[in-house]
């Protein structure tokens, strides 16, 4: 459930109008929900109660910082996989006690600043990434707490570029080889052992790939412990799906995935950590679009909006669908068009939605696009020169904006032409 509902034929953001944000921040912009983002955070929360456990949100999917201060003010925890990731955290707030740093390539610069800052672990991938935390902790004279990122070698069933948890993939360290690398772990200067982690692939759809990857995790802690590791935090990672459209699509929810959890995981007596990214800010999100133009061509109507690619590239880049919706309703008995929704930006691939069925349309007219807190903003680029579209946030009645448009002056001052040109 979300808070994006028509109120007398206008879509509104909780109780303010899209027009009105529309009006005073210009068009496209992206549009979040306080209410949806603390409704979908708690939904976890307690989901997996009475379980001890702490509800990462995964920083990547949205990390703009007044979104993750209203989620560190809940009491979230948060998954970073960069230093820049970490920095807004604590810029937003949130203690260094509840940030997991994940993340392949973690630098030694990195991890010295995660230290120096205070961090609740380290999701190792590697036994070089594991000697070079050694080497940094040791040379601060420091423990950095770690769980090992062990891939499971279960298949998602999602889509193959956010697939993670396959032998074939490059995230964590093979299940075969975790107990031997665990033990040179142990046995590393500067390096605390606290737990496992994992995390298998995103938009999962089905609970039975979780499940059959959590029941070899089980086996894992118990082998490690008989090893003689302290294992007491279990991080499992994000991915937990949403539906993308309305009509037909149903992923289970938080609390059928809470309920798995504790049914494979509720006797270890570890603290649970999990990642979700998308199931929070996913649908607390949309992208609001102008139409510029309406252009007829051969069996096709063209409909030419201000948002692109370079705004919102999932359709590009995934084959992503997007529920597009008019503003402004379309009044009872008027008939839908199809039509295909395009950016303005120089190629083909700038293509939103082909064939999609919408109330007549003209230009200065607003769409929506649903389903895009999430994986948004954060993968938009300035391609064409066009300025990174600012970020609301609603409360109730009232709106502000969380991330400014930049001018074209601004975008255009951070090139500079060296002296000798
Ligand atoms: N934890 C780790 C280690 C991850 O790699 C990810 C996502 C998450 C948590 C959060 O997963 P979520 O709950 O959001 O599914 N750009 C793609 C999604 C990439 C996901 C990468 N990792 C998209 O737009 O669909």
């Known amino acids: 459930m979300d808070h994006f509902l028509y109120r007398d034929g206008h879509l509104c953001a909780e109780d303010v109008p899209m027009s009105d944000i529309a009006?005073?921040?210009?068009?496209?912009?992206?549009?979040?929900?306080?209410?949806?983002?603390?409704?979908?955070?708690?939904?976890?929360?307690?989901?997996?109660?009475?379980?001890?456990?702490?509800?990462?949100?995964?920083?990547?999917?949205?990390?703009?910082?007044?979104?993750?201060?209203?989620?560190?003010?809940?009491?979230?925890?948060?998954?970073?996989?960069?230093i820049g990731e970490y920095l807004r955290a604590k810029a937003a707030g949130v203690p260094g006690e509840r940030i997991v740093f994940s993340g392949v390539g973690k630098t030694p610069q990195e991890m010295r600043m995660a230290l120096e800052g205070g961090i609740r672990q380290f999701n190792v991938e590697s036994e070089p990434e594991l000697e070079a935390l050694s080497a940094v902790a040791s040379s601060m004279g420091v423990e950095a707490p770690i769980t090992l990122r062990v891939n499971p070698d279960v298949d998602a069933k999602t889509h193959e570029k956010i697939s993670t948890g396959r032998k074939e993939d490059k995230f964590g360290v093979p299940i075969s080889r975790a107990r031997e690398i665990y033990a040179r772990a142990a046995a590393l200067p500067g390096i605390k052992v606290v737990?496992?982690?994992?995390?298998?692939?995103?938009?999962?759809?089905?609970?039975?790939?979780?499940?059959?990857?959590?029941?070899?995790?089980?086996?894992?802690?118990?082998?490690?412990?008989a090893d003689g590791h302290t294992i007491d935090r279990l991080d499992l990672g994000g991915g937990l799906g949403i539906p993308y459209t309305r009509s037909n699509e149903a992923p289970p929810l938080p609390l059928d995935y809470g309920a798995m959890v504790k049914r494979v995981?509720?006797?270890?007596?570890?603290?649970?950590?999990?990642?979700?990214?998308?199931?929070?800010s996913g649908n607390a999100g949309m992208l609001v679009t102008q139409v510029i133009y309406r252009k007829s061509a051969e069996e096709r109507e063209f409909l030419i909006v201000d948002a692109a690619m370079n705004d919102l590239i999932r359709p590009a880049m995934y084959g992503a669908h997007h529920d597009i919706i008019p503003v402004i309703e379309a009044e009872a008995g008027v008939l839908p068009e199809p039509f295909d929704i395009v950016g303005p930006i120089c190629e083909s691939g700038d293509t939103f939605a082909k064939?999609?069925?919408?109330?007549?349309?003209?230009?200065?007219?607003?769409?929506?696009?649903?389903?895009?807190?999430?994986?948004?903003?954060?993968?938009?680029?300035?391609?064409?020169?066009?300025?990174?579209?600012?970020?609301?946030?609603?409360?109730?009645?009232?709106?502000?904006?969380?991330?400014?448009?930049?001018?074209?002056?601004?975008?255009?001052?951070?090139?500079?032409?060296?002296?000798?040109?």
Request: charged letters at 20%; proline letters at 7%; aromatic letters at 8%.
């Open 23 to 82: 009006a005073a921040v210009g068009t496209p912009f992206y549009c979040y929900s306080a209410a949806t983002l603390t409704r979908h955070f708690l939904l976890f929360k307690e989901a997996l109660e009475p379980m001890p456990s702490l509800v990462c949100f995964a920083v990547k999917s949205n990390s703009n910082v007044a979104v993750l201060k209203l989620l560190g003010d809940l009491g979230a925890g948060m998954d970073v996989v960069s």
């Open 265 to 280: 995981l509720g006797d270890l007596g570890c603290e649970i950590e999990i990642e979700p990214g998308r199931l929070i």
């Open 355 to 421: 064939q999609r069925a919408l109330p007549p349309m003209a230009p200065g007219d607003l769409v929506a696009f649903r389903s895009a807190g999430a994986y948004g903003a954060v993968m938009s680029s300035e391609y064409n020169s066009r300025p990174l579209i600012p970020e609301v946030m609603v409360q109730g009645d009232h709106f502000a904006v969380i991330r400014a448009r930049p001018t074209y002056d601004e975008m255009i001052a951070r090139d500079s032409i060296p002296a000798w040109l």
């Open 195 to 225: 737990g496992v982690d994992m995390h298998i692939g995103s938009q999962l759809t089905d609970l039975a790939p979780f499940e059959a990857a959590y029941t070899k995790m089980r086996g894992l802690v118990e082998a490690l412990r």
